[in-house]
């Protein structure tokens, strides 16, 4: 994994100019803007383009559309299977009514038991989406704190804008973890390029090798700035509040991976 990780950091050394290059297609905007800028168009028609070529991310509107929509909850093949059970036992119930019957009591009890086991499992599965969700909401606000820090605080564009490009790179490679999977070219296109993608998808853990990228451009920028209180250091502690913020996303990592296990 260190041999991987010195790779990694051996070509982002190489492709700093590569980098840079979107921010020079308009010259007359702000450096921040012209990242965010390049950023939000290609991002957006990537995910334009996933959205429209899979089967899977597909999200209804409201709680009827939901259940009149049965490929939300059971796949097609188990509906069959639902279907031919249904249609076999309609029709040896009309064949021999008295060998199917049941004591009312049973169906009294199963239904007790039943409601109970639901109850049960929607409270759990609600705390878990609402931990989950105030965990996501974490990794939100922290995103938000480190990019705005890193633009106030750091002073060379190459670093913070390293810095904001990991940072989003974390809450996708995130996203990803949880499910079991790695980076995706398209979705991260406008973030990083092709074989810098394949050699992250070489490392065991993409959201701590993000973490780690950012704390690397961190040192770069306290090296360039010189010690405390001196040259153009503007504050003597930023690298501490931007710290918190990344102690933030690895503790909300720690309970989003917890709740997926």
């Known amino acids: 994994k260190t041999r991987q990780h010195s790779s990694f950091t051996e070509f982002a050394d190489a492709q700093e100019d590569s980098y840079s290059s979107p921010m020079r297609s308009n010259a007359s905007m702000p450096p921040v803007t012209r990242l965010a800028s390049t950023m939000h168009e290609t991002r957006r028609a990537a995910r334009a383009k996933i959205l429209d070529s899979s089967t899977v991310l597909f ?6 559309e939901t259940l009149t929509t049965p490929s939300e909850y059971l796949p097609p093949p188990a509906w069959f299977v639902v279907l031919v059970v249904v ?10 009514p008295d060998h199917l019957g049941i004591d009312d009591r049973m169906h009294q009890t199963m ?3 039943i409601s109970l086991l639901i109850v049960f499992r929607t409270g759990e599965a609600y705390a878990r989406w609402w931990e989950g ?7 939100v606000n922290s995103t938000r704190n480190l990019a705005s820090n890193a633009v106030t605080f750091m002073h060379e564009s190459l ?3 390293r810095v904001i490009v990991c940072t989003i790179g974390f809450a996708y490679a995130t996203k990803q973890a949880l499910r079991g999977q790695k980076f995706s070219k398209e979705e991260m296109v406008g973030l990083f390029a092709d074989d810098e993608i394949d050699l992250m998808n070489q490392v065991e853990h993409i959201p701590m090798l993000m973490i780690d990228e950012i704390r690397r451009w961190m040192k770069a920028e306290l ?7 001196t040259r153009i250091a503007t504050s003597y502690n930023w690298d501490i509040v931007i710290g918190n913020d990344l102690k933030a996303l690895v503790d909300a990592l720690g309970g989003c991976e917890r709740i997926a296990k």
Do not use: A, C, K, M
Request: charged share 10%.
């Open 111 to 113: 239904i007790s038991f």
């Open 59 to 64: 999200h209804t509107e409201s709680w009827f």
């Open 223 to 229: 090296v360039d700035q010189g010690p405390r209180g």
């Open 133 to 139: 969700r105030t965990l996501w909401g974490v990794i």
């Open 159 to 161: 670093h913070y804008q």
């Open 87 to 96: 249609v076999l036992v309609t029709y040896l119930s009309i064949l021999n």
